[in-house]
Antibody, heavy 118, light 109 residues
Framework: QVHLVESGGGVVQPGRSLRLSCAAS????????MHWVRQAPGKGLEWVAV????????YYADSVKGRFTISRDNSKDTVYLQMNSLRAEDTAVYYC???????????WGQGTLVTVSP | QSALTQPPSASGSPGQSVTISCTAT?????????VSWYQQYPGKTPKLIIY???KRPSGVPDRFSGSKSGNTASLTVSGLQGEDEADYYC?????????FGGGTRLTVL
């Protein structure tokens, strides 16, 4: 069955960088667009970024544009989120999710917590 | 400020029906045909319950239904059960990006 497993979260100081990974299994990874969605503590869901199945296009939320970079390695069935210049407001659980066409997120990882704190 | 507005809370008694609205406040919210709804229990991962406005993934009870009128999409939960108490989020395409509503906490009285 489909599995998405995020890793790479942790505590980081403001201004520093962190790279999240999401390892996929149980489906043809290269056929699906992949997204990152985050959720700050006690808050709602916020879409972060998308990368197309072949990696040809990437789009970002205004709140992270210029600081975060999404990428993927279809040979490793893994999607990444490089987060630079981190801010306190980036503190959240970060989920990777599969886009089963039509912007429907049918499978989600368990999430990885990123805490930005001095 | 989200481009999709949801009421922060909704409630109903067991057996009743409850409808949660999701209104697009921005004119650039895609064609608004890719509206999805997600259910999330505290501390758990979101679960897709409605996609493309009114379609249900397999395994989702038919007590959950979706609709849309103009710029407002709606999720209706019929025959409320205690297990329906959760947070519900709508989402929509916005050109090449995606936007979520702020979420609605559904309480079963």
């Amino acid at each position: 069955q489909v599995h998405l497993v995020e890793s790479g979260g942790g505590v980081v100081q403001p201004g520093r960088s962190l790279r999240l990974s999401c390892a996929a299994s149980g489906f043809t990874f290269s056929a699906y667009g992949m997204h990152w969605v985050r959720q700050a503590p006690g808050k709602g869901l916020e879409w972060v970024a998308v990368i197309w199945s072949d990696g040809s296009n990437k789009y970002y939320a205004d709140s992270v544009k210029g600081r975060f970079t999404i990428s993927r390695d279809n040979s490793k069935d893994t999607v990444y989120l490089q987060m630079n210049s981190l801010r306190a407001e980036d503190t959240a659980v970060y989920y990777c999710t599969r886009d089963a066409s039509g912007r429907k997120f049918d499978y989600w990882g368990q999430g990885t917590l990123v805490t930005v704190s001095p | 400020q989200s481009a999709l507005t949801q009421p922060p809370s909704a409630s109903g008694s067991p057996g009743q029906s409850v409808t949660i609205s999701c209104t697009a406040t921005s004119s650039d919210v895609g064609n608004y045909n890719y509206v999805s709804w997600y259910q999330q229990y505290p501390g758990k991962t979101p679960k897709l319950i409605i996609y493309e406005v009114n379609k249900r993934p397999s395994g989702v009870p038919d007590r959950f239904s979706g609709s849309k009128s103009g710029n407002t999409a709606s999720l209706t939960v019929s025959g409320l059960q205690g297990e329906d108490e959760a947070d519900y989020y709508c989402s929509s395409d916005r050109g090449n990006t995606v936007v979520f509503g702020g979420g609605t906490r559904l309480t079963v009285l």
